[in-house]
């Protein structure tokens, strides 16, 4: 139902994806982890590397580090 109202009303809709590109990534270097499995302790595990060697990086990571 809420997309047919969307669809109905033309109202404008995006995607999560988009908007942490357009919002977050864009303009900035950034590393990103894809796979079957590990991508939540992959991850933690670079953002804390990186932080500890003073990198000050920002994350995002979609489950509990």
Avoid: C
Wanted: hydrophobic share 45%; charged share 15%.
């Amino acid at each position: 139902p809420e997309l047919e109202h969307v669809l109905n009303h033309k109202l404008h809709y995006t995607s999560m994806a988009a908007v942490v590109k357009d919002n977050f990534i864009r303009g900035h270097h950034s590393i990103v982890v894809a796979g079957t499995h590990g991508k939540t302790t992959t991850t933690s595990l670079m953002a804390s590397a990186l932080e500890r060697a003073g990198a000050n990086p920002s994350f995002l990571i979609g489950a509990v580090a």
